[in-house]
């Protein structure tokens, strides 16, 4: 089945930029349709949806993150990327993400089957 192998994550300061990186395998960018996902969650709080990427490049950011994420993709490697500048404290979160084999604008969580296994990103100041 489909592997989501993260990378990227650690403590930043504010105003600064970060990138995370999500590496698929048994799912072939090339090959079929899918849309990949990130989220963020904070203890007591509900699993955030920050920003979408399909097979044919439609992108989809959460109010929260637009102006400072970019979601993008290496087609040839599997591999998304969510960078973001101007981080804030607000951004500090767990940050998954998450797989959906077809085409979807969501960023509910429910839809999506497959997820990486997390990494933390702290802004502090």
């Known amino acids: 089945q489909v592997d989501l192998v993260q990378s990227g994550g650690g403590s930043v300061q504010s105003g600064g930029s970060l990138r995370l990186s999500c590496q698929a395998s048994?799912?072939?960018?090339?090959?079929?349709?899918?849309?990949l996902t990130w989220f963020r969650e904070v203890p007591g709080k509900e699993r955030e949806g920050v920003a979408l990427?399909?097979?044919?490049?439609?992108?989809v950011y959460a109010k929260s993150v637009k102006g400072r994420a970019t979601i993008s993709q290496e087609i040839a490697n599997n591999t998304i990327h969510l960078d973001i500048t101007n981080l804030k404290p607000e951004d500090t979160a767990f940050y998954y993400c998450?797989?959906?084999?077809?085409?979807?604008?969501?960023?509910?969580?429910?839809?999506?089957?497959?997820w990486g296994q997390g990494t933390q990103v702290t802004v502090s100041s």
């Open positions: 998450a797989a959906y084999l077809g085409r979807t604008l969501s960023l509910l969580p429910s839809k999506y089957t497959y």
């Open positions: 048994g799912l072939t960018f090339s090959a079929r349709y899918y849309t």
């Open positions: 990427i399909d097979d044919i490049d439609r992108v």
